[in-house]
C-alpha cells in the first residue's frame, strides 16, 4: 500500500504533460514531449523570456517541475544542485552536493555532468565522484551516500557521468565502469529506497567487456509501462533490461564489440532510447545501431526480438529519439537521419548545422530541437519528409539538451539558464 501511495503521489505531481520534465530525457525518459505552444524561433534579443546567469558550465540538463527548474552545476571547487523559478528565473537555493580539487574538469566534462531527477517532492543529484544526495523540492537535505562505498570503487577514465531515474519511490543507477577485471565484477546496476537512501537491490553486470569498453557514459532509461516496465541500462558493450523490483536480468543485447575483436576505446555515450514497442541501443562513434523489441528473454541478440541492426550510424554522444513509427539520429557532426522504426530502413539524411553535437534531440509540438555545441538549436518538421523550420543562435555554447514547458522552451547553455517563448 505505501508503495501504491508514493506512485499515485508521484502521478498527481509528475504528470506526463509539457509542464513538468521530470528526467533528461523527459517523463517516460524518451526525449518525447506533448508540450504545446513551443517557439519556433528565437535569438538573444528575440522570445527570450528571461536569462539567469549560472555560476558555472556543464552539460547536465535541468529538470522541470511544480514551477521550479532543477541543476547540477559547479561553483569553483564545489558541485552544487540549484533550484531556480521557473516564471522568472529567480534564484531559489543551491546546495553543495561535494566538494574537491577535481571538482572543475573544463565545461562539458566536469564533475557537474550528470542530470538530477524528480517525482516532484523529492529531488536526487549524483556527481561525477559518485556522490549521490537527495533533497526535497524546497532543498531540505534528505540523505547522502558514495556510489563507491554502496557498490564498488569509481575506476572510470573520464568520471561517472550516467544521470539516476526516480520512478514510483526509488532512485534508480546504472554503475558501468572498470578495468576489465571480471573477478571483481565493478560494474553493477542498483535501486534506492528513495525516502531513506537505503539499498534496494544492487546486482552484478558481467559483459566481457574489457579496458575502456567496460566504461559507459550513457544514463539507464526505463522502457515500456505499467508492469510490463523494465529499466534499460547500457555499456560494456551490451544493452540489458532489468525487473524494477529485483534488479534481475530479463535480457540482454550482444555483439556490439564482441571477443575476439575489442576495440580499445568503444566506450558507450549516448543512451538507449525507446518507443513503439522497441528500444533502440547505439553504441559508439560510427558503430552499430541494433533495435530490439520488448518482452524477450535470454540473450536475445540476432534473434526474433532484434528488429534490425545497422553496422554504422551511431552520433556518437546524442541519444537516439523514437517516436510514430520513425528513429531520428542526430550525427555528431549535424547531419540527421530518420529511419524506419520497424525495419530500420533509411528515410532521409540531411545536413543541419555543421558543427559537434553533445545534446539530444527533443521532439515536441510536431518539432525536433537539435542542439550543436556553438549554441544553435535547429528546428525541424518531424515526420518522414525533412523540412527545417529555423535556425536560432544564442551565441553561447550548450551541451545541455532543451527542456520543454507550457508554452516555453528552456535552454541551459555554459553561461546562462534561458526561457524561450513568445511573448
Known amino acids: 500500500m505505501h508503495r501504491q501511495l508514493v506512485g499515485l503521489l508521484t502521478l498527481a505531481l509528475v504528470s506526463t504533460t509539457g509542464a513538468n520534465w521530470p528526467h533528461w530525457r523527459g517523463p517516460a525518459t524518451n526525449g518525447v514531449s506533448d508540450a504545446t505552444g513551443l517557439p519556433t524561433t528565437w535569438s538573444p534579443t528575440e522570445n527570450v523570456l528571461w536569462r539567469t546567469p549560472l555560476p558555472g558550465p556543464a552539460g547536465s540538463t535541468p529538470l522541470l517541475a511544480g514551477g521550479r527548474l532543477f541543476l547540477t552545476t559547479p561553483d569553483g571547487a564545489e558541485l552544487l544542485l540549484a533550484a531556480y523559478d521557473a ?42 565522484d559518485g556522490t549521490m544526495a537527495c533533497y526535497t523540492v524546497e532543498g531540505e537535505p534528505v540523505w547522502r551516500l558514495s556510489l563507491n562505498e554502496r557498490l564498488t570503487p569509481l575506476d572510470i577514465q573520464f568520471g561517472y557521468a550516467s544521470s539516476p531515474i526516480v520512478h514510483d519511490g526509488y532512485a534508480y543507477v546504472q554503475w558501468i565502469h572498470g578495468d576489465g577485471d ?24 558481467e559483459t566481457g567487456a574489457n579496458r575502456e569498453c567496460e566504461h559507459s557514459y550513457a544514463s539507464p532509461i526505463i522502457a515500456g509501462a505499467g508492469a510490463d516496465a523494465v529499466l534499460i541500462a547500457h555499456g560494456g558493450d551490451a544493452t540489458t533490461a532489468h525487473d524494477l523490483q529485483t534488479g534481475a536480468e530479463q535480457w540482454r543485447l550482444m555483439g556490439f564489440n564482441p571477443p575476439g575483436s575489442y576495440h580499445p576505446t568503444l566506450r558507450f555515450v549516448a543512451s538507449p532510447a525507446w518507443g513503439d514497442g522497441l528500444v533502440v541501443a547505439p553504441t559508439a562513434k560510427q558503430g552499430a545501431v541494433a533495435a530490439v523489441q520488448l518482452g524477450g528473454s535470454g540473450d536475445v541478440t540476432g534473434g526474433e526480438f532484434e528488429a534490425w541492426r545497422l553496422d554504422k550510424g551511431t552520433p556518437d554522444v546524442p541519444s537516439p529519439l523514437v517516436a510514430d513509427g520513425l528513429v531520428y539520429l542526430c550525427g555528431e557532426n549535424g547531419n540527421l537521419t530518420c529511419f524506419e522504426a520497424k525495419t530500420g530502413k533509411r528515410v532521409y539524411r540531411e545536413r543541419t548545422v555543421s558543427d559537434r553535437y ?66
Request: net charge neutral; hydrophobic share 40%.
Open 87 to 128: 516564471a522568472t528565473g529567480e534564484p531559489l537555493w543551491r546546495r553543495t552536493v561535494t566538494t574537491g580539487e577535481a571538482a572543475f574538469r573544463g565545461d562539458e566534462g566536469n564533475l557537474a555532468s550528470p542530470s538530477p531527477a524528480t517525482d516532484g517532492r523529492s529531488v536526487v543529484a549524483v556527481m561525477g
Open 182 to 205: 571480471a573477478a571483481t565484477a565493478e560494474a553493477r546496476i542498483a535501486c534506492f529506497d528513495l525516502e531513506t537512501g537505503k539499498t534496494v537491490w544492487s546486482v552484478k553486470r
Open 358 to 423: 553533445r545534446a539530444s534531440p527533443l521532439l515536441a509540438d510536431g518539432k525536433l530541437y537539435l542542439t550543436s555545441r556553438r549554441g544553435v538549436v535547429t528546428v525541424v518538421k518531424a515526420g518522414r519528409d525533412f523540412e527545417q523550420l529555423a535556425q536560432n543562435d544564442l551565441g553561447e555554447a550548450i551541451s545541455s539538451s532543451p527542456v520543454p514547458g507550457d508554452g516555453v522552451l528552456y535552454l541551459r547553455t555554459f553561461d546562462a539558464l534561458y526561457a524561450i517563448g513568445e511573448r
